[in-house]
């Protein structure tokens, strides 16, 4: 089985992109009141969201340009 890198790289981008959305409904939960937690958990998430979200759109766009660079 010898998927390649690239296709490996573009399920990140799309595994990291779920999960930002994931986190944007907790945070979103959260600031509603629906959810426990206060504003440092709100803003750990939204770094988390930032960081996850430019990952995702860096694997996103070499995946397009067919260029690995995870190996």
């Given at each position: 089985?010898?998927?390649?890198?690239?296709?490996?790289?573009?399920?990140?981008?799309?595994?990291?992109?779920?999960?930002?959305?994931?986190?944007?409904?907790?945070?979103?939960?959260?600031?509603?009141?629906?959810?426990?937690?206060?504003?440092?958990?709100?803003?750990?998430?939204?770094?988390l969201?930032?960081?996850?979200?430019?990952?995702?759109?860096?694997?996103?766009?070499?995946?397009?340009?067919?260029?690995?660079?995870?190996?």
């Open positions: 089985m010898d998927i390649p890198m690239v296709n490996i790289q573009a399920l990140l981008a799309l595994a990291m992109f779920i999960a930002s959305l994931l986190i944007a409904r907790i945070v979103g939960n959260i600031r509603r009141g629906k959810w426990p937690g206060g504003e440092l958990w709100i803003l750990y998430l939204r770094i969201l930032g960081f996850l979200l430019a990952a995702a759109i860096t694997f996103g766009f070499y995946s397009f340009a067919g260029i690995s660079i995870i190996g």
